[in-house]
């Protein structure tokens, strides 16, 4: 059994900064992919960012130039960088990873709330 685990949501004033983690723990797995979505109230849940194993990355277009994805391979985890946030980035941020364990299966974290405040 695979978990994700976020932390690093929160409250912040527009023009702010945040860094969120995920961290995948288990036994047994192999990352293929994390990233971020994000869903904002009565809104459709949408990729924020993408990060392959090998370090190849994908952003939304609205999050490109203000947020960076990483990966730290070593530690199944990875961050995500908000800088320049807008109030229209509060959403719930969710971690995305496909992982292969005895097959490949796309797993979720349970959200973390970021609110940004204009």
């Known amino acids: 059994q695979v978990q994700l685990v976020e932390s690093g949501g929160g409250l912040v004033q527009a023009g702010g900064s945040l860094r969120l983690s995920c961290t995948a723990s288990?036994?047994?797995?192999?990352?293929?992919?994390m990233g971020w979505y994000r869903q904002a109230p009565g809104k459709q849940r949408e990729l924020v960012a993408d990060?392959?194993?090998?370090?190849?990355?994908k952003y939304a277009d609205s999050v490109k130039g203000r947020f960076t994805i990483s990966g730290d391979n070593a530690k199944n985890t990875v961050y995500l960088q908000m800088n320049s946030l807008k109030s229209e980035d509060t959403a719930v941020y969710y971690c995305n990873a496909g992982i292969r364990t005895y097959y490949v299966g796309n797993y979720w974290g349970p959200g973390a709330q970021v609110t940004v405040s204009s």
């Open positions: 990060i392959t194993s090998g370090g190849s990355t």
């Open positions: 288990g036994s047994s797995f192999t990352i293929n992919h």
